[in-house]
């Protein structure tokens, strides 16, 4: 059974930074497009960013500020955000799409989903 344990999100000041993590079990990671999709407050959830094997993918309003990461060794996934703002104030989802060779940039790509982690920009 595929599990994800999410990690990271808190407080941080607008051009500050935080790094997320996703402890996965169940599967290997080289097994999973695995990422991360957020929702802000009265949106939809948006897809951030996936990787698969060695694919990286970034929505628009991240690319450059955010960057995904894998170290199979401890079986985790990272998203390190810098220049954080306040629109990027969201609960942060880690999520799985079982196999190789889908990025999941889509809901509809995703089997499964963490519980989310709660990241806050302010001052």
């Known amino acids: 059974q595929l599990q994800f344990v999410e990690s990271g999100g808190g407080l941080v000041q607008p051009g500050g930074s935080l790094r997320l993590a996703c402890v996965v079990s169940?599967?290997?990671?080289?097994?999973?497009?695995i990422g991360w999709f957020r929702q802000a407050p009265g949106k939809d959830r948006e897809a951030v960013s996936c990787?698969?094997?060695?694919?990286?993918k970034y929505a628009d309003s991240v690319k450059g500020r955010f960057t995904i990461s894998v170290d199979y060794s401890r079986n985790t996934v990272y998203l390190q955000m810098k220049s954080l703002k306040p629109e990027d104030t969201a609960v942060y989802y880690c999520?799985?799409?079982?196999?190789?060779?889908?990025?999941?940039?889509?809901?509809?790509?995703?089997?499964?989903w963490g519980k989310g982690t709660l990241v806050t920009v302010s001052s």
């Open positions: 990787i698969d094997r060695s694919a990286t």
């Open positions: 999520v799985a799409r079982q196999g190789r060779g889908i990025c999941p940039m889509s809901a509809y790509d995703v089997n499964y």
């Open positions: 169940g599967f290997t990671l080289d097994a999973l497009g």
